[in-house]
């Protein structure tokens, strides 16, 4: 890559350069990664590795201490404000007692648009029911969101990032304390938007799910420790070697 920015051909996510520290703890170390338009982009790596971290910078939610980052061309907080990127968090980042039903939750999605206000326009409630028919949560519109399956409540958050009209979607850890289904209808909506040229990208521990999810895989260590196609990133003897673990026998 060289030359300046360019918003028209630029990836959907660029990471240059990346190190991030808190106080004396290094949580990414020199990481350069990119996602194409329309792609799939797997996240993988221990705990503590770095992948919230990754996810946060693209984000815009946390400082550099060097290196850059751009989505779409645009810097995270330009991209942010644009509602070009969306975040579906972890379950535990989400207070699920909280009084409020899965249409609002995916309203939410819209408050960029709305104005000060906040005021749901016809645009809006189309947007907001259009992104509820497509990830089959209409019939669970006015429950309360607390009320829905592990699998179900994921969902509602990429109704929310649909509502929105994110070109962007950031998914950390989609698959946790979700079944074997969910998972299933997850993956295939993920790889629907990728075909219509939203990008994506995946953390995620379910090493299983990412042939048939992901376009690309990334493997972090703080840095960057293995890039390329999943059946090449995860192959038994390669992911042992990286991770510094003894590989199994079959693979010796």
């Known amino acids: ?42 996240l993988i790596g221990l705990n503590g590795s770095g992948k919230s ?16 980052v751009r989505v779409l061309g645009s810097t995270p907080a330009e991209a942010r404000r644009a509602g070009l990127v969306g975040y579906v968090p972890q379950a535990q980042d989400v207070d699920f007692t ?3 039903s899965v249409r609002e939750v995916v ?23 259009a992104a509820l028919d497509r990830v089959d949560l209409a019939a669970l519109a006015d ?7 592990g699998g179900q409540r994921k969902r509602v958050f990429v109704a929310r990032c649909l509502a929105q009209q994110a070109a962007v979607l950031l998914l950390d850890e989609p698959f946790a304390g979700v079944d074997r289904r969910s998972e299933a209808g997850i993956t295939a909506l993920l790889r629907e938007l990728a075909a219509e040229g939203r990008s994506v990208l995946v953390s995620t521990h379910d ?5 048939a999810l992901a376009d690309d895989v990334v493997l972090l260590g703080t840095r960057v420790l293995a890039t390329g196609r999943p059946d090449d ?3 038994p003897d390669r ?3 990286v991770m510094g673990l003894e590989p199994p026998a079959a693979a010796r």
């Open 1 to 42: 890559m060289t030359g300046a920015w360019s918003h028209a051909t630029a990836p959907a996510i660029d990471v240059r350069g990346l190190t991030v520290r808190y106080g004396d703890v290094l949580a990414l170390d020199d990481v350069t990664m990119e996602l194409g338009r329309g792609r799939v982009g797997g």
């Open 53 to 68: 971290t990754l996810m946060n910078a693209v984000m815009g939610m946390v400082r550099a201490a060097s290196g850059d």
């Open 98 to 100: 909280f009084p409020i």
């Open 107 to 129: 309203t939410t999605g819209r408050y960029g648009r709305m104005g000060t206000l906040r005021r749901a326009r016809a645009d809006d409630v189309a947007a907001v029911t």
């Open 143 to 149: 429950r309360q969101v607390g009320e829905l399956s």
């Open 207 to 211: 090493l299983q799910t990412l042939p």
């Open 233 to 235: 990133v995860l192959a």
């Open 239 to 241: 992911l042992a070697r």
